[in-house]
């Protein structure tokens, strides 16, 4: 461990302020994909993770294969722990400008939920079926 006089003592923080004035677009994610220096985009935030690598029990190399990407799907396939989502603000960079896998499943959820406004017919149909069923089974038993 060496004394670093300059810099804060937050604990694994080292997120450059002087970073922030600038947006964090797919570019900038693109331009730290490497182990050295590894930025994950989840959930619309980007993170500073490559102090973490080392330590991640699922290995540094999914992490890596997600570099420069939108990893908030393979991070939810695992079904991550609370723990490991707690992890996540120590490494919080910034908020991601650009879109995301999220934004657009987002739309296309709303999209959806607007074309089936007519949807009292969804369930007008199979209920109206069973109506018809119940009928023709009266006329078959007369
Ligand atoms: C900064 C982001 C991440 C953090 C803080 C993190 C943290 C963790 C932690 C704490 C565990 C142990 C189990 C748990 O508590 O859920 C874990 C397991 C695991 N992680 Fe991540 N993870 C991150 C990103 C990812 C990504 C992007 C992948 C890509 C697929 C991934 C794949 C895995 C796998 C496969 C395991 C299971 C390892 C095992 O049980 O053998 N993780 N992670």
Redesign the pocket.
């Known amino acids: 461990m060496s004394a670093d006089a300059s810099s804060s003592s937050a604990p694994g923080g080292d997120a450059a302020p002087a970073e922030q004035s600038h947006p964090y677009t797919l570019e900038t994610l693109k331009a730290h994909n490497t182990r050295a220096d590894l930025w994950?985009l989840?959930h619309g935030k980007v993170?500073n993770?490559t102090k973490?690598l080392d330590e991640?029990?699922?290995g540094d190399e999914?992490?890596v294969e997600?570099a420069g990407r939108d990893?908030t799907e393979?991070?939810e396939d695992?079904g991550?722990?609370d723990?490991?989502r707690e992890?996540?603000p120590k490494?919080y960079l910034g908020e991601f400008h650009g879109e995301t896998k999220e934004k657009k499943v987002k739309r296309a959820t709303a999209t959806g939920a607007a074309s089936s406004s007519g949807g009292g017919l969804t369930y007008l149909v199979p209920f109206l079926a069973i109506i018809a069923a119940y009928f023709g089974w009266r006329l078959f038993l007369a």
Do not use: K, N
């Open positions: 994950m989840l993170y993770v973490f991640h029990p699922g999914v992490m997600e990893a393979a991070f695992v991550h722990s723990e490991a992890m996540l490494m």
